[in-house]
């Protein structure tokens, strides 16, 4: 399961490359809300230096707008570093649960002395 909080960054880790056949992939993320039924479509830059291994992916959650709440994803490897639509991509490598946290707030407490 792909966990985010809202506003922040972080990274994701995937061995997508295992299940790939075409050579210098440009991978394409799906999210599918499993309430509101809005589907999100956006290119992620795969900045693992070990390729082969595993694929690390940064990701914004503002970059993509998402709402709280609980996601289908797919990832699809395709060659064109442009396409957002998932049914002209090459390939579907991994399908999975994505998930969509409130931002955390932080709970300040006054101690007399």
Known sequence: M??????????????????TT??????LFSIHHRLTDTITNFILLDVSIHKERYNE??????????YTGEYEY???AQTSPTNTNP???DELV???ILKV???AILEVFYEPT
Do not use: C, R
């Open 101 to 103: 946290n409130e931002q």
């Open 22 to 27: 075409i050579a210098n992939p440009t991978y």
């Open 87 to 89: 049914n002209l991509s």
């Open 57 to 66: 992916f940064l990701i914004d959650e503002s970059d993509i707008n998402a």
């Open 74 to 76: 797919k990832v699809y």
């Open 2 to 19: 792909l966990v985010i909080e809202k506003g922040q960054t972080k990274y994701w880790y995937l061995t997508l490359s295992e299940k």
């Open 94 to 96: 991994e399908q999975g």
